[in-house]
C-alpha cells in the first residue's frame, strides 16, 4: 500500500498566490490611500513594500568550502529576512531601516587594520578580504538579546588565523574591534534621532582565549554571497554563543590590547549588556527574559516558533572551558 | 449642518480610520507580509494606535472649548473605545503571539518588567474605564463615574512611561510623546489645582 503523508508546513498549490495577483493587491493597497490612513493611527506605516524595494547595494557569489558547522539539524532563517531584519544603528534603529538606508553605502576601496600588541600589524584592502584567507561556510544560531533569533549560513575565515598571521606578543590579553566611523554615509552617526543616541563609532571586545576559539568567525558572506551592507558588509564579527550586538559589523579595526577594551552596549548601560554578553538563560535582561525566545523562520503571525534559550546558545561543548569558574551571573 | 448629521459624519470617519487599519495590518501580519517580524511589528503598531487615540481623545475636550464646538464632545466616547480595543489588542498580541501561550511567562513577565507592570496597571484602569461607559452605568454611578474617568489622566502618563521604559535606547520618540501628554495636561491645569485645594 502507497502511503503518503505531506509535510504540515507545506503550502497547498490553492494557498498559494500567484505573484501578479500578489503584486496587484500592493498596488491596490497604496492606490486606496492606505497608506496615508492607517498613519493617522499608528504614526508611520511600517514596511507594505518590504519585499519589494529595490536593492542599489551590489553583493557577488563567493568561492567557499563547507565545514562541519554547514550541517546542523536546525531550519534556516529566510534569506530575505536575514537581510530586512537588521540591529545596525549605524543605519536607523528600526528593524527595517538599515536594508533601506545602507544601500548606497560603499565598501570598496576599504581598509581593515590589524594592530596593537602584535610583532606584525598587517592591513587588508577590500579584495584581500576575500583572498587571504580560505573562506567556509558555517550555519550558526544567532540569539539576540531581545530574545529573538535566527538561523544563518555564514561565510568567512576564523579570528584566530587572522590573529595569529599578526604575531601577537605576550601583553596581547583582548581584542578590541572598531566599526567604520563615516557621518556622512552612516546617518545614524550623525542624527541621533536614527542613531538611537548611541556613541559612535561602535567598539567591541573579546577576551584573547574567546578571539582564539574555533567558533569565533569573521565573516564576509551569508547565503553563498558576499555580505549585504545592512549585514555588516564587507567584513563582521560573528561570536555565535554570544548575544548578537556583540557581532560588530562594518570593521575597520581590530586591536590587539593588554586591558579589557570598552564596548559600546556596556557603556551605554552596564546593568543591561555585559562584557562577556553570553548567551545565558538563567540570566534575565532587566526588561525580558531570556529564558526562551522567538527563532524568526518563514510563516507569519501564527507560526509556532517559541523554544528554549540554551546555555551559551547551544554551544557550551565549544566554549564552557573559556567560563570555568567564573561566576557568570556576574559576569553576564 | 445639523449637529446630529455632523456627530454621524465623524463617527463613521473614526470607524473607518480606526478599524480598517487594524484588519489590513492582521492580514499582511498572518500572510507573513508584514516585515520579518512580524510579531514585533503587530505589537508595537497596536500598542502605539491605542496610545495615539489615547491622546486623540484627550485633545477633543480642548478643541471643542476652543473653537465652541460642543457637539464635539459625543465622539469622546467612540475614541476611547478604540484606544480600549487596540489596548486589548496590545495586550493579547503579547500574550498570544510573542509568548505563544505560555502563561506562566506572561504572569512572571507582569510582575518582573517593571514596564509591564505599568503595562498591565494601565490596562486594568482601561478595561475599567470601558466597561463603565455604558450610558446606563453611567447614570447608575452618578458623581463617581466622573471620579472614575479622571484617571484617565493617570492611564494616558502611565502609557508614555510604558512606552519609554520599553525602548532600547531611543529617547526621541518617547520625550515626543511626553511633550504632547504635558501639552494635553497642562490645558486641564484649573480642573487638577481644584482637586487639590479640596
Known sequence: MLIKSKNKSALLESQVTDEAIYKDRRKVLKQLGFVGASALVAGSMPKIAWAESPSAFKTKALNFKKSQYSDIPDKLTPEKKVISHNNFYEFGAKKDQPAELAQNFKVDPWQLKITGEVDKPFTLDYNELFSRFAIEERIYRLRCVEAWSMVIPWLGFRLADVIKKAQPNSKAKYVAFKTLHDPEQMPGQSNRYLGGGIKYPYVEGLRIDEAMNDLTLLSVGLYGKTLPAQNGAPIRLVTPWKYGFKSIKSIVEIKLVERMPKTTWNKLAPNEYGFYANVNPEVDHPRWSQASERRITSGGLFARNRIETQMFNGYGEEVADLYKGMNLGKHY | ?198
Not at chain 2, 510579531?39 to 465652541?68: D, Q
Not at chain 2, 503571539?97 to 482601561?126: H, K, N
Open chain 2, 1 to 198: 449642518m445639523r449637529n446630529f448629521v455632523k456627530i454621524l459624519l465623524l463617527k463613521t470617519i473614526i470607524h473607518f480610520a480606526a478599524f480598517i487599519p487594524a484588519v489590513v495590518m492582521y492580514y499582511l501580519a498572518i500572510v507573513d507580509q508584514l516585515g520579518s517580524d512580524p510579531v514585533e511589528e503587530i505589537i508595537h503598531f497596536t500598542g502605539i494606535s491605542a496610545l495615539n487615540i489615547l491622546l486623540i481623545t484627550l485633545l477633543v475636550s480642548p478643541v471643542a472649548k476652543y473653537f465652541k464646538q460642543g457637539w464635539l464632545i459625543n465622539v469622546r466616547r467612540l475614541l476611547g473605545l478604540y484606544a480600549f480595543f487596540y489596548a486589548c489588542l496590545h495586550m493579547l498580541n503579547f500574550l498570544f503571539f510573542e509568548l505563544q501561550f505560555d502563561f506562566s511567562l506572561f504572569i512572571g513577565e507582569v510582575i518582573d518588567r517593571p514596564y509591564i507592570t505599568i503595562g498591565m496597571l494601565a490596562y486594568a484602569i482601561i478595561l475599567l474605564l470601558a466597561v463603565t461607559s455604558w450610558s446606563k452605568i453611567r447614570k447608575k454611578m452618578g458623581k463617581k463615574w466622573q471620579a472614575l474617568h479622571n484617571y484617565n489622566y493617570l492611564l494616558v502618563s502611565l502609557v508614555c512611561i510604558h512606552f519609554y521604559w520599553s525602548v532600547k535606547s531611543e529617547i526621541i520618540e518617547p520625550s515626543i510623546y511626553f511633550i504632547m501628554l504635558f501639552i494635553l495636561l497642562y490645558q486641564r491645569k484649573d480642573k487638577f489645582k481644584r482637586w487639590f485645594k479640596r
